[in-house]
């Protein structure tokens, strides 16, 4: 179940400082029915800008199959994308506005911390989609046309049946401390934002022992979840602690011996945030692909570049894998607490996974 009445109250909050006026020009009141979605872009001024650059924090491979889909649907807008954990991405994206080099039209990124903050800087477009009726209160930037929430992913645990046996495998979050794992089991890097989220939930749930007892298990930290799950098929590691499940249906797709556990606590979760910014270089390109993004073809296209699933609830679940609802799903209760514990996070993850 998600848990959204404090985020919708941080949001709302965090939001005051907004004009209305602001938020009333971001509505288009005559959309226009494309194929399978509406749109308040200019089409032709969009052709005419002929690209669309993506900011984001998913798997290369992923990012260009997702493109690839709104290029096949406008041949004449060429896409192009660079790929950072979501640490990185926001920096970079904040040194070339502090320079005025206006170079992204999307960002992608995982992190509610970033997304509020690039909000308050005035960072993103005020453009509500009409595709964005679709999405709960909860999911969207409050006022809405700055930021929806484009996927929800989530954490559990992935362990490699040739290599550990069905009635071994951890089967909660507590069975990954036992002694036996101890250096064959890797994580996400401090940059990444489930991995914050994971944190964050399992320490609520567990307090701070769960994470000193985790560090003497040696954890590695790795950037994406692509390399956490090379690298226990090709039998490097046994375990992934903070197993993305969108991971785990991708390589499940292609043959490879992984299995999934959903711990009866939970699985930590958090959103892929997307909207378009301010200053874009191709701004009308950028309103374009939000309404095809964000809607079920969109959506659909997203399930199957990456195993996503969406917030829509008339998107189904990507091939092979589950609905949300069928999750017990662990969101922060107070995301402004959860903001705050974002320094602390950093210091101890990369204590922990041997950084520094």
């Not at 964050?200 to 567990?206: K, S």
């Not at 378009?276 to 950028?286: F, K, L, S, T, W």
Request: charged residues 20%; glycine residues 8%.
């Amino acid at each position: 179940m998600i848990r959204s009445v404090a985020l919708a109250a941080l949001l709302a909050a965090g939001m005051a400082v907004l004009a209305p006026s602001a938020w009333a020009a971001g509505i288009c009141a005559e959309p226009r029915q494309m194929d399978g979605f509406k749109t308040c872009a200019d089409l032709a001024a969009a052709e005419q800008e002929g690209a669309l650059v993506l900011y984001t924090t998913d798997p290369e491979d992923g990012a260009a199959r997702l493109l690839a889909g709104f290029q096949a649907a406008f041949p004449k807008i060429k896409t192009n994308f660079i790929r950072l954990q979501s640490g990185a991405l926001y920096a970079k994206l904040s040194t070339e506005r502090q320079a005025k080099a206006y170079l992204v039209d999307i960002m992608q990124n995982t992190d509610m911390g970033f997304v509020l903050d690039f909000q308050k800087r005035n960072g993103y477009m005020n453009y509500v989609s009409p595709e964005m009726a679709a999405y709960k209160p909860a999911f969207k930037s409050q006022p809405e046309g700055f930021w929806t929430w484009g996927a929800i992913i989530m954490a559990g645990i992935a362990y490699n049946p040739k290599l550990v046996s069905a009635e071994e495998a951890p089967r909660n979050w507590k069975d990954v401390l036992d002694p036996k794992w101890s250096g064959s089991v890797s994580v996400k890097v401090s940059a990444s934002g489930l991995q914050h989220e994971t944190w964050f939930e399992l320490r609520r749930l567990y307090g701070d022992e769960y994470w000193a007892a985790f560090e003497k298990q040696k954890p590695r930290g790795f950037d994406s979840y692509v390399q956490q799950y090379d690298r226990m098929v090709n039998g490097q590691d046994k375990i992934i602690h903070t197993a993305q499940y969108s991971g785990y249906l991708q390589f499940k797709a292609k043959g490879a011996p992984v299995e999934f556990v959903s711990p009866a606590d939970g699985l930590p979760a958090g959103p892929e945030v997307y909207g378009a910014i301010a200053e874009a270089p191709h701004p009308n390109a950028a309103r374009l692909f939000m309404d095809w993004f964000l809607s079920v073809p969109g959506q659909s296209r997203l399930g199957d570049a990456l195993s996503l699933n969406s917030p829509r609830d008339d998107v189904p679940a990507p091939a092979g894998g589950k609905p949300i609802g069928e999750f017990k799903l662990l969101f922060p209760a107070d995301w402004q607490v959860f903001l705050e514990t974002h320094k602390i996070f950093v210091r101890e993850w990369d204590k922990l996974t041997g950084v520094r």
